[in-house]
């Protein structure tokens, strides 16, 4: 490299311009320097320097005024990804003159009056059922141990058609006691105005359920509002729980069920032994 070259060279990358341009040669040996953002190209003479034009090209530079799309989305603050609410802004009014953008507070406002509207909506539904309601309930635990209940109703409307809908998902704190489920159920009922409705609950085989059913039963008695016949069907067996249950108990068998197999495909793994096991069989 000669030292012109290196004077050249050096002084390319004295201005902060370079931080958004990069230099180049085209097929004809001519230096040019290309915008990173939007792709404009300028001659440019290292002889003669000057960043003027490709300053005056940042202050106007579409693409670098709205950013890359990745980087104006999420930006990387001290290991931790932030939103660029003012430049997402500023990339919806780019792709479209005529949007409005709302604030968080009004997205938040509107998300809480459409939840309270198909709430009344489901609770007219509940309210207007021709017959008994059945419910579902189910625990779960999070990573972080975070424990909640689910709760969904089960019903036949006016027209005859089953109708199903998942009334709350609520955190539940421990500890996890039947008086705690039934306690947190009829909060919930109550919220829906369907406690004297109710015909029966599935839950799985957990000690908590059945002391949580036991305790239900007992208040809705107390109350007057469940039958005979809720007595005694009131706590339904979750079936899918059941059959785990059974496929656990069923591969404590497997090494006798896979002997019995090897057997009997060795029985019939010839015509002559077939012929033996049927005499055999016969005697």
Avoid at 89 to 102: A, G, P
Avoid at 209 to 218: L, R
Wanted: proline share 2%; glycine share 4%; charged share 25%.
């Amino acid at each position: 490299m000669t030292m012109q070259e290196h004077a050249s060279k050096k002084r390319k990358f004295t201005s902060k311009v370079w931080n958004d341009f990069d230099w180049s040669r085209d097929k004809d040996g001519k230096e040019k320097a290309t915008c990173k953002h939007c792709g404009k190209e300028y001659a440019y003479d290292s002889q003669k320097g000057g960043t003027s034009t490709m300053s005056r090209h940042l202050k106007k530079c579409p693409r670098l005024k709205m950013k890359d799309v990745g980087r104006l989305l999420l930006s990387t603050n001290n290991g931790e990804l932030a939103t660029q609410w003012t430049e997402f802004r500023e990339l919806c009014s780019y792709l479209n003159v005529d949007v409005e953008t709302i604030s968080r507070n009004t997205t938040r406002s509107d998300i809480l009056k459409m939840h309270k509207f198909q709430k009344e909506v489901i609770r007219k539904k509940l309210q207007c059922a021709p017959g008994k309601i059945c419910l579902t309930s189910d625990m779960w635990t999070s990573v972080n141990t975070t424990g909640y209940i689910s709760l969904t109703v089960h019903f036949v409307d006016q027209d005859w058609v089953l109708q199903k809908f998942l009334l709350n998902f609520s955190p539940l704190p421990p500890p996890h006691t039947g008086q705690a489920l039934s306690d947190k159920l009829f909060l919930m009922l109550n919220d829906w105005g369907i406690e004297g409705k109710v015909t029966s609950i599935t839950l799985d085989n957990a000690a908590s359920n059945t002391s949580c059913v036991k305790i239900m039963k007992s208040r809705f008695i107390a109350r007057n509002v469940m039958s005979d016949t809720g007595k005694r069907n009131f706590h339904i067996r979750c079936c899918a729980h059941i059959i785990n249950i059974v496929r656990d108990g069923l591969t404590e068998i497997d090494p006798a069920v896979i002997k019995i197999r090897l057997a009997v495909k060795y029985l019939k793994g010839s015509q002559r032994r077939k012929q033996i096991s049927w005499i055999l069989s016969a005697i």
